[in-house]
């Protein structure tokens, strides 16, 4: 046999080491600093039945990956990642952005090895957890994992590693914990135990708890059945409760701290499994801000001032009627996508209660306003409009379509007569206005019933589809007396072919780019469900419709091509800017029909627009600096000249 294989192998020439013989307290002989020498060869031979073992690692990243619902493009570290067990299982899942650190060179240097060996996109490096190498705003999730919290001497340092994940996660991003269940442990470890770790080889262990009842102090004696004694060590651990724990992540700024599992190992060699027996799986996610980027030395910057809807007000167009955790994410995700461009200084408003004069105090020293203030002014949506007119009367440039675009293109029996008179193809339909009571349905059912004015597919669900005159009347009442909406209704043939979409980006017919053509997968929907995607797929997480997925349109060449040109006849028509969405759907012979054209459409991070923008491998963030490079070029050269002085200051609070 050869020892050496127990042996780690920067101390082959080490002196053999010694036994101390019995102790009187495990405690007086552990090192403060244990854990920089202790993860060597030998921890993976004793501890090979846990962290050796292949099925039960894929066990753990099924559960960790499940409850953390990741996309495949995250940025994920790893951190304390000993021999980058979990990292690699994870990049295996197709996850592209994976780092592993560790305090461990041996840990670390055959992590590198396998990875290498395996050809596996995993990036591992040696660090101290405490003080990271990675830049700040850079994890969308941080994992610490295999109970490898807890080694250092005060609970304070445990701090300082949660404050440095705190520092590198993204706002929003998520940190998952695997950690000893103390509370178990302190009831139920064992005093002795050894066991054989293979043929030659055994460990014997000592434990006690520590004099503050805080920690488990651990002996291991590891002893060849030749060479006697090869190491007599000694570690400690803190004991963390669920309750101390949740306390520990609270007290570092995390947020939705959640124990969300209790698991533990099976050992192949049914022995002793220390630590790893019955552990607590946590999660929490992170609040922050973005951390304001350092500007570059005589970087010239174009100042850009972003207008958000108010999220102090009420909005009637979102399920409980204010701005949620969704909502609050989906600003975060656009301020991390504005982070990446050095090209622009970005400020913010969203206090519509001062909106009106902050603008005028932006008047010549701003070179324009990105206009994402969809909700409309004071989260009015019939005033989505008057912040663009706000902009022109005072003179200041701005993303996205001017009033009277926004104005036509609210109006749904406005466009459909601008498209007929294009030539454009639209399916039958009737208005009926508020005063009316009698009516006829001209087209065949089946129809659907809509309001004529608005957007987010307000009054838009299920019921809206009508398969006689009866259904109609019901849900011309729900729309009328269930929403307050004394507005004309809508009511158009249902076209039940493909439900498609059309992005572009730009101004034609100088610079633009069209993004492809997407469709809605309807195919998990229930078969008793029309085929359509209204508020409740965008808002209601719980509905049948949430599972609606939007995937590449599967279309003919010259349908593509025809769908295109009646879109530019569109938007060159109704003067859409800089980014525009247009809806279409085939009816049942095949043939597309135009049913909303959508300027300043839906900006969010997963929206129809960002879907399409991936179809064409084109990032979030590509995507928004692709909207804001159109309006720079649409405006540079005719916008005011800017006075000397820095742009105002503003306070962005999200409640």
């Not at 009442?477 to 043939?493: A, H, S, T």
């Not at 859409?576 to 597309?592: H, I, K, Q, S, V």
């Not at 692709?626 to 005011?640: N, Q, Y």
Request: overall charge negative; aromatic content about 8%.
């Amino acid at each position: 046999m050869n020892i050496n294989t127990l042996v780690d192998p920067q101390k082959k020439c080490a002196p053999k080491p010694k036994s101390l013989g019995p102790v009187s307290s495990l405690e007086e002989h552990v090192n403060p600093d244990w854990w920089k020498k202790i993860f060597n060869s030998l921890y993976l031979k004793t501890d090979a039945d846990v962290v050796g073992d292949s099925e039960i690692t894929r066990e753990e990243i099924d559960m960790f990956l499940s409850v953390l619902n990741l996309a495949q493009e995250s940025k994920i570290l790893d951190l304390c990642c000993g021999q980058g067990r979990h990292s690699m299982e994870v990049s295996r899942r197709g996850f592209k952005n994976v780092e592993g650190l560790d305090r461990s060179h041996y840990l670390i240097q055959k992590a590198k090895s396998v990875a290498k060996r395996e050809g596996l996109n995993v990036r591992f490096r040696e660090g101290d957890a405490r003080k990271t190498p990675y830049s700040t705003d850079n994890f969308d999730a941080v994992f610490l994992l295999g109970n490898s919290f807890g080694y250092f001497e005060t609970s304070e340092e445990d701090l300082r590693v949660l404050n440095e994940v705190k520092r590198v996660l993204k706002p929003w991003g998520k940190v998952l914990l695997d950690v000893t269940d103390g509370s178990y442990l302190k009831s139920n470890y064992q005093p002795r135990s050894w066991e054989w770790i293979d043929k030659h080889n055994f460990v014997c262990r000592e434990r006690s708890l520590s004099l503050d009842d805080q920690k488990l102090i651990s002996r291991e004696v590891i002893v060849n059945d030749e060479q006697g004694v090869i190491a007599d060590q000694f570690y400690a651990e803190r004991l963390y409760t669920q309750e101390s724990l949740q306390e520990l992540l609270k007290k570092a700024g995390f947020s939705d701290v959640e124990v969300v599992n209790s698991i533990g190992s099976n050992s192949k060699r049914n022995q002793d499994l220390g630590m790893m027996e019955k552990r607590i799986i946590i999660t929490a996610n992170l609040r922050k801000e973005w951390t304001e980027p350092k500007k570059k030395v005589h970087a010239i910057q174009k100042d850009v001032v972003v207008v958000f809807g108010d999220p102090s007000k009420r909005d009637s167009l979102k399920p409980c009627g204010v701005f949620d955790d969704d909502d609050l994410y989906t600003i975060d995700q656009l301020k991390g996508a504005l982070k990446e461009r050095g090209e622009y200084s970005f400020k913010f408003l969203d206090n519509h209660d001062t909106l009106i004069q902050d603008l005028q105090r932006l008047k010549g020293k701003v070179d324009f306003i990105f206009n994402l203030c969809d909700e409309g002014y004071s989260n009015d949506p019939l005033k989505e409009l008057h912040v663009p007119a706000l902009l022109e009367i005072l003179g200041i440039p701005y993303t996205g379509s001017g009033p009277q675009c926004l104005a036509f293109c609210y109006d749904k029996a406005l466009v459909r007569g601008i498209a007929k008179d294009l030539g454009v193809p639209v399916s039958e339909g009737i208005v009926i206005k508020a005063e009316d009571v009698l009516f006829e349905v001209p087209m065949q059912f089946p129809v659907i019933v809509k309001p004529n004015f608005g957007d987010s597919s307000f009054g838009l669900n299920q019921h809206s589809v009508c398969h006689n005159r009866d259904e109609v009347v019901r849900a011309i009442y729900d729309i009328r007396e269930g929403l307050g909406y004394d507005k004309p209704i809508l009511v158009e043939e249902f076209l039940t072919g493909k439900d498609l979409s059309i992005g572009i980006i730009g101004n034609p017919p100088e610079n633009y780019t069209v993004l492809p053509i997407i469709e809605e997968d309807y195919s998990e929907l229930p078969s008793e469900l029309p085929r359509m995607c209204g508020y409740e797929a965008k808002w209601i997480p719980d509905s049948p419709y949430w599972k609606i997925h939007s995937i590449a349109a599967e279309i003919p060449k010259d349908v593509e091509e025809f769908i295109l040109e009646c879109s530019l006849k569109m938007i060159t028509r109704l003067e859409c800017r800089d980014y525009t969405r247009l809806d279409w759907r085939m009816d049942a012979a095949g043939n597309p029909k135009l049913l909303e054209v959508n300027p300043n459409p839906g900006w969010c991070w997963d929206g129809h627009l960002a879907k399409m923008a991936a179809l064409a491998g084109i990032s979030y963030p590509e995507m928004i600096a692709s909207i804001l490079k159109s309006t720079d070029e649409r405006i540079t050269g005719a916008e005011p000249v800017k006075s000397s002085g820095p742009v105002p200051e503003f306070k962005f609070e999200l409640c």
